[in-house]
């Protein structure tokens, strides 16, 4: 089944190419991430109905939308960490549930709920990471240092996993992410638990990674974030995707998390909590 509100994209666009040989526009950047379709249900709850997503190299595209819309059950099936029950997810071409080995090749990924090998430390984590990929040793050791001080982690890298802050935590499985330069990363709340400085260390790495031509993919409740430094954004409420293009076509003249509240259903009124305000001592 697919989204019955049409998305800005969807709207406006033919295929890349072909608009632009017809348009005079110079040529869009290849289609690098295709989601089509996309359902998953869990029991009688429907949680992504119909989901399509486009994804051109080069681009930091945004997934917002509010809790239980549907963005972390969507991102499990683009990585092949959860089958979708119907649609389909190319990635680079490569059919990511038909081809699993050479789709996930491609991919790096943040999960949501890090489900890490917490009882190796950070250096050995992203060694078994790099390994994993295929990398040897050397390449192994050289870029676990170059992640490790990117991420201001150095310090860090010979304690146990399981002993990093929440914020550590998100930044070596960051790292265990890229380590195998994939061209499409898929991270799912990169910027939860992160303070500020890292924030901006985290954003900084992405963009350098978007401007040499990756694809970065990311769900986040940081709609400033979004705004700032996403060139594309979907907005999903409750499966489906309300709004997707650039952030400029999807905002309109509105905030985007003006647009965001106003696909979301508007703001709560919070009536008849009385109670909360007649302290019980
Ligand atoms: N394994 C599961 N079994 C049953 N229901 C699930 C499962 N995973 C997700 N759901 C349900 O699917 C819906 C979408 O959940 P999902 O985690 O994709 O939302 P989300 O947009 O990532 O939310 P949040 O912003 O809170 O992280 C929710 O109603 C959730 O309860």
């Known amino acids: 089944m697919r989204s019955t509100v049409p998305s800005v994209a969807q709207a406006g666009v033919t295929s890349g190419a072909a608009a632009a040989a017809v348009s005079g526009e110079p040529p869009r950047a290849p289609v690098v991430l295709a989601v089509d379709g996309l359902v998953k249900r869990f029991g009688q709850m429907t949680a992504v109905s119909g989901v399509n997503l486009e994804v051109r190299a080069g681009s930091f595209y945004g997934i917002v ?4 819309a549907g963005k972390t059950t ?4 683009v990585t092949g960490l959860l089958r979708p029950d119907s649609g389909s997810i190319r990635v680079h071409g490569i059919d990511v549930w038909a081809q699993p080995i050479e789709a996930k090749r491609v991919i790096g ?3 949501d709920r890090l489900r890490l090998f917490d009882r190796l430390t950070g250096a050995q984590l992203l060694h078994y990471s790099g390994v994993l990929r295929g990398l040897d040793g050397d390449t192994v050791r050289t870029r676990s240092a170059d992640l490790a001080a990117a991420f201001g982690l150095e310090d860090a890298l010979h304690r146990l996993v ?3 802050s929440a914020g550590m935590t998100k930044k070596i499985a960051l790292a265990c992410a890229m380590i195998h ?5 898929v991270l799912d709340e990169p910027f939860e ?3 500020p400085v890292s924030a901006v260390n985290v954003t900084e790495i992405l963009q350098k990674y978007v401007a040499s031509g990756g694809t970065v993919l990311l769900s986040s409740h940081g ?4 705004q700032r430094v996403c060139d594309h954004v979907a907005i999903i409420v ?15 003249k509105k905030s985007l998390e003006d647009r965001f509240v106003e696909l979301a259903g508007g703001r709560k009124v919070a009536e008849g909590m009385e109670w909360l305000h007649s302290f019980s001592d």
Not at 74 to 77: F, I, Q, R, V
Not at 181 to 185: I, N, Q, W
Not at 238 to 252: C, F, M
Request: charged fraction near 15%.
């Open 109 to 111: 990924v943040l999960p």
């Open 193 to 195: 638990s992160v303070d």
């Open 223 to 226: 709609m400033d974030m979004i």
């Open 65 to 68: 939308g509010p809790n239980g």
């Open 74 to 77: 969507t991102l499990s099936m």
């Open 162 to 164: 399981a002993d990093y």
């Open 181 to 185: 330069s994939p061209r499409v990363l």
């Open 238 to 252: 409750q499966g489906q995707v309300l709004a997707s293009g650039t952030v400029d076509e999807v905002r309109g």
